[in-house]
């Protein structure tokens, strides 16, 4: 199967714009969730005996506070025992006046629950917007390098052209990955910095591979043969590979994904679900994206170099 990639390029350029319009439209009408690593807040984790409804604690808690409130079920590895931990995203953490409250509240509501307030913890959202900060530094750092490696290891193919091409491609699947959280509700967490630093990696990776077919191939054909059908084989050449490496991956977290499912482990899912589309995304954008968006900067390039 030989497929022209780069005389359909429009067809997957136009995919890729609708797909940021959409993330943009999603951002806009739903909006990213903040969690209380970057917002700020409080964390507190309540033991208690017999059977508990998570829900029904959630609306107890909300009633209590006059705020918006999350509750999980943990399980203490150390113990065994299965604790409710109570998430507060707000701008000022829990006092103790509150804290003494909620507690009383919850024992008076859950009498034969014997319900001990295990940990508090406040999160200031100071703190939170510096490591959000870091965190964006860390991104750019890391693109800026790739560039650069990428700038000097495939100089004889146009060099910073491919550094560039491969990181507007990363920040395409980065995009499609962040729309995922805002579309299933996810928070921005530190699991979406995660997610974002595993898909730089992971889809520069089949960038590298079809940028080194292209290199070899240039090197072999030289001048004969089009830099479009030069591309276009070198894409088509990696194909498989490509394919194989990124769909066993998907299956891999597709499986994480049920498993964390069917065991509630909500931290799980909120990696492994973006992430799962990410490495398709990456595996799209390697593909579709990288070697087209690369092709069209060198054909301008030539066109503007011959027509001075």
């Not at 409710?84 to 409250?101: A, D, K």
């Not at 240039?218 to 004969?224: E, I, L, S, V």
Request: aromatic letters at 8%; charged letters at 15%.
């Amino acid at each position: 199967m030989n497929l022209n990639i780069i005389g359909k390029r429009k067809i997957f350029f136009t995919i890729s714009i609708v797909a940021m319009a959409l993330v943009l439209l999603v951002t806009i009408f739903v909006g990213p969730t903040l969690d209380i690593e970057f917002k700020g807040g409080s964390i507190a984790t309540y033991s208690y005996t017999g059977e508990m409804d998570p829900a029904g604690f959630e609306k107890t808690v909300e009633q209590a506070l006059g705020q918006a409130a999350t509750v999980q079920q943990q399980e203490n590895s150390a113990t065994g025992q299965t604790n409710l931990v109570v998430s507060l995203t707000q701008s000022s953490g829990l006092t103790t006046e509150s804290q003494t409250e909620l507690l009383k509240t919850l024992q008076e509501t859950y009498p034969d629950n014997s319900i001990t307030a295990e940990d508090v913890n406040n999160v200031d959202p100071v703190l939170g917007r510096e490591f959000f900060k870091k965190c964006i530094v860390a991104v750019i750092f890391a693109s800026v390098i790739m560039v650069v490696y990428i700038g000097f290891r495939f100089r004889k193919i146009g060099g910073a052209s491919a550094g560039i091409v491969a990181v507007i491609a990363l920040l395409h699947d980065i995009l499609i990955s962040f729309g995922i959280f805002v579309l299933l509700g996810f928070p921005i967490n530190d699991n979406f910095i995660a997610v974002v630093l595993t898909i730089l990696g992971y889809s520069i990776n089949d960038t590298i591979v079809i940028y080194d077919r292209i290199r070899e191939n240039k090197r072999t054909q030289g001048d004969k043969m089009p830099l479009g059908e030069l591309v276009n084989m070198s894409i088509n050449q990696c194909m498989r590979r490509t394919v194989n490496t990124s769909l066993t991956t998907a299956m891999a977290l597709l499986c994480i994904c049920v498993v964390a499912v069917l065991m509630n482990v909500s931290s799980i899912l909120t990696f492994a679900v973006p992430m799962m589309v990410g490495v398709i995304s990456g595996l799209y954008s390697s593909v579709f994206l990288s070697g087209s968006l690369w092709t069209l900067w060198q054909e301008k390039k030539a066109a503007k170099a011959k027509a001075a």
